[in-house]
Every structure is written in structure tokens, then in C-alpha cells.
């Protein structure tokens, strides 16, 4: 921190009091993977998903935050370690708010998810592995950007020319080579109202 006289102001309304009000519990759903693998369409699926039951959410968009907040880093080490800490400090600002906020980044490194973890509390913090092998990847690559990797016109692209660390103990793992879109969203559901973050959709929620 470069500047010492800052302090700390409390909110007048906590997380706890808000999320009362909303009947729900906001958390950080983080995901991570490889490029392709799946994390923003399932991310977006499952911010519909619960829109449509009443659940306050929002999904924070690797490529859509490199658009503005995250505009001046590259995909150096360093970049993506300070890309992913301010990341952490806006999903902290969003469960502050009352919201369920999903991240979908590659987020290739142990070492980051993790800073990401400790600014929440246990219980805010879900981390979901979006399992897929490089190859079916590299087969689906919606963007091309494997090829280009592959041609040496993107330097530091995690599977190709940059490490991906994978997951050490994530609440979730989705191996969407192997499951289908809607598996993976049920699996999602499941978790959450097993876990008392989202109650369970009655039949006459759906009338």
C-alpha cells in the first residue's frame, strides 16, 4: 500500500443483514480453466439460471474486465497476478454488496486463487475446477486463439506457452468433456442448496 493515512470505515448494513433480506447467501463462485474449457458459458448459464429464482448475481468476465479495469496488463506473470488480485477485490466488494458473483478467468495459478480465497470468508469462497483436457480445447477453440499461440503470434498463452496449475482442492470439478452443459448446471444447483447459499426450487416456484 503506497499511501498510510487510510482507514477503514465500517458498513452501516453487513453481509449477514443483507443477505436475510434477500433469502439467499452471496459468495464468490470462481471459476478456472483452460481457455475453452467452459467457465464463461457455464457462468452466464448459472447467472440465468438464478436470476430466474429470485437470486441477485453477476458474472465478472475474464476478456470483458481486460476491456476497462484490467486494460493496462498484459499476460506476464506478473500482469495475470495482479489481473487476478484485483479480481478478488472486486467479487469481495460484490458478496459485500449482497450479490452471488461468478469469475470466469483462466486464472492459471495456485498461488493467486488462493490470495483470492483468504479475502473472504471460508464459507463466500467457492472454487470450481472447469475440467477439460487441452486437446478437446484446442478442437473446440471458439476464438482461434490456440492456433495463433501455436503459430507464435500470442506469447505466454497458458496450455501452450504459459503453466496451468490445476486445482488442489476445489469444491467443484466439472469435466465438461464428459458432461453435458445441463449436468454441469444441475451440479452447480445441487451444491449451492446442499450447502444453503440458494433454497431449493419448489414446485410452486414454477407455477
Not at 95 to 105: Q, Y
Request: proline share 4%; charged share 30%; net charge negative.
Amino acid at each position: 500500500m503506497k499511501t498510510k493515512n487510510l482507514y477503514w470505515h465500517e458498513p452501516s448494513v453487513t453481509v449477514k443483514e443483507r443477505s436475510k433480506s434477500y433469502d439467499y447467501k452471496s459468495c464468490v463462485i470462481w471459476f478456472t480453466g483452460l481457455s475453452a474449457a467452459g467457465k464463461s458459458t457455464l457462468a452466464n448459464r448459472l447467472c440465468s439460471e438464478l436470476h430466474n429464482r429470485g437470486v441477485k448475481s453477476y458474472v465478472l468476465d475474464g476478456d470483458n474486465i481486460r476491456h476497462g479495469l484490467n486494460k493496462n496488463l498484459g499476460f506476464t506473470p506478473e500482469d495475470r497476478k495482479e489481473n487476478i488480485r484485483r479480481i478478488g477485490e472486486v467479487a469481495k466488494l460484490f458478496v459485500d454488496a449482497g450479490l452471488i458473483a461468478m469469475t470466469a478467468f483462466i486464472s492459471p495459478y495456485n498461488e493467486d486463487r488462493e490470495s483470492a480465497r483468504k479475502l473472504l470468508k471460508e464459507e463466500e469462497f467457492i472454487e470450481v475446477f472447469v475440467k477439460c483436457p487441452l486437446p478437446v480445447c484446442e478442437q473446440r477453440d471458439p476464438k482461434g486463439i490456440y492456433r495463433k499461440a501455436k503459430a507464435g503470434q500470442i506469447n505466454e498463452f497458458t496450455g501452450i506457452s504459459a503453466p496451468y496449475e490445476e486445482p488442489q482442492n476445489p469444491e467443484i470439478v466439472l469435466e465438461t468433456d464428459k458432461m453435458s452443459l445441463d449436468e454441469c448446471i444441475i451440479s452447480l444447483l445441487d451444491y449451492l442448496v446442499k450447502n444453503e447459499y440458494i433454497k431449493e426450487l419448489r414446485d410452486a416456484d414454477t407455477e
